[in-house]
């Protein structure tokens, strides 16, 4: 049997998944997941990694984006910064840096890791500009572009 990807606690779009529900859709695990509308439903491992599905049905999936948007736009107080996906990171020396991350569909991009508070804050925005089926293929691009930069002594 193949190893099972391991979804529970993961979260995509509005669907917090619970657990498997010990069905099968196909070869497909179907996950209990949550909406965030409260309502539970099943969810495969495809439909859920692929975007497939990403509410209960509570929400037409064009306007989901912006749900989602919205969702990350969210003030966090749990965590360094006190804005989501902005955390500090101490560095040896003092030269600590503003890591700006954002969580989509159950992974974490990675946006950078900046001086300047504000500018992960930006770096952040931008990417959430880019929120929707194809932030995917945008973070890799945008890793692509970056990676000229990286090893500069002195990000901003
Ligand atoms: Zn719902």
Known sequence: MPNKLELSGKKFGMLTVLEDSGKRKGSSVLWCCLCDCGTTTFASS??????IKVNCGCIPKTK???????QLMKPQMNNTSGVRGIYLKKRKGGAN???AVITLNGRQYYLGAY?????????REEALEHVGDSFAEWHKEWRKK???????????
Request: aromatic share 8%; charged share 30%; net charge positive.
């Open 46 to 51: 495809t439909e859920l990694s692929v975007g």
């Open 64 to 70: 989901n984006n912006d749900y989602i948007k919205q």
């Open 97 to 99: 840096r503003w890591t």
């Open 115 to 123: 001086r300047n508070f504000s500018a992960a804050v930006k770096a």
């Open 146 to 156: 970056t990676k000229r930069t990286r090893g500069s002594p002195d990000p901003v």
